[in-house]
C-alpha cells in the first residue's frame, strides 16, 4: 500500500506513532541532558550553531556540529539501504532500521553508564543518536506517509490551522496529527523528567526499549 494510502490503523502508521514517541524522549535527552543540542530536529540545531556562534552561553557550536554531520551520515546510510532493498517488501528495509536504531540507543546508554554525559563522552551520545535519527529521517521521507514525520511538528501543526473547518478547508487527517503531537508529548515529558533528576542513561534505555517493542510489533 502506498504511503499516502495508509490509515491510521495500519500497521505502518500505528509503528511511525510509536517512533514519534521515542522521538519526544530523545529530543529530551539531546537538548536537556547534552548541552541544549537537536539530535533529531535539524532546523533547531542549525538555529543553535548560530546562537553559540553568536556568543549566547549555553550552546556548543563543536556539539552541534558534531550532530548535524552525524544526522547527514544516517541520511545517506538510509539513502543506501533504500537502494539496497529496492524490489523487496518495506517491511524488510524497515525491520532493518529499527534493528539499527535500537543498537544506536542501547550504545548511547551504554556510553552514559561508563562515562557520564560530559566531555568526549557526550559528543559521542550525540552522535550516535543523532546518528539513528538521520537513519530515521531518511528512511521516514521514502515512505510517503502523510503528516507522520515522526520528528519534526511545524508542517503537522501548519496543517492542522490552515486546512481546518475554521480556515475552510476539510480537515484531513486530523486525527493523524492530534495524535502525532501528542506522541511527541508523551515521550519528551516522561524523558524531560528522567533527565532532571539525572537518569539520562535510563532514558536512553527507554528509548531503547520502546523502539524495541515497535519492532517486535510492527507486522506488515
Known amino acids: 500500500m502506498p504511503g499516502a494510502e495508509i490509515h491510521d490503523r495500519h500497521p505502518l502508521a500505528l509503528a511511525l506513532f510509536g517512533l514519534t514517541l521515542v522521538s519526544g524522549l530523545i529530543d529530551a535527552v539531546s537538548y536537556l541532558g547534552l548541552g541544549h543540542v537537536f539530535t533529531a ?31 547527514l551520515l544516517g541520511a545517506l546510510l538510509a539513502g543506501r539501504l533504500a537502494t539496497r532493498y529496492a524490489g523487496t517488501r518495506r517491511s524488510a528495509r524497515l525491520r532493518t ?18 562515562r557520564g554525559a560530559d566531555g568526549p563522552a557526550r559528543d559521542a551520545v550525540i552522535a550516535l543518536l543523532a546518528l539513528a535519527m538521520g537513519i530515521r529521517n531518511g528512511t521516514v521521507r521514502g515512505l510517503g506517509v502523510p503528516d507522520l514525520t515522526t520528528t519534526v511538528l511545524t508542517l503537522t501543526l501548519t496543517g492542522l490551522a490552515a486546512d ?3 480556515a ?3 480537515s484531513p487527517r486530523r486525527r493523524r496529527k492530534v495524535l502525532s503531537v501528542a506522541a511527541m508529548l508523551a515521550g519528551a515529558a516522561p524523558g524531560a523528567v528522567l533527565v532532571l533528576h539525572g537518569q539520562t542513561a535510563w532514558a536512553l534505555v527507554a528509548s531503547a526499549v520502546l523502539a524495541g517493542g515497535t519492532l517486535l510489533l510492527y507486522r506488515e
Open 41 to 71: 530536529n535539524m532546523t533547531g540545531n542549525v538555529v543553535v550553531i548560530a546562537f553559540a556562534l553568536a556568543g549566547a552561553p549555553g550552546f556548543s557550536v563543536l556539539g552541534s556540529s558534531i550532530s548535524l554531520a552525524a544526522f
Open 164 to 166: 481546518s473547518r475554521l
Open 168 to 170: 475552510g478547508g476539510a
Open 97 to 114: 532500521v529499527f534493528v539499527l536504531e535500537v543498537a544506536l540507543y542501547g550504545a548511547a546508554a551504554a556510553v552514559v553508564f561508563a
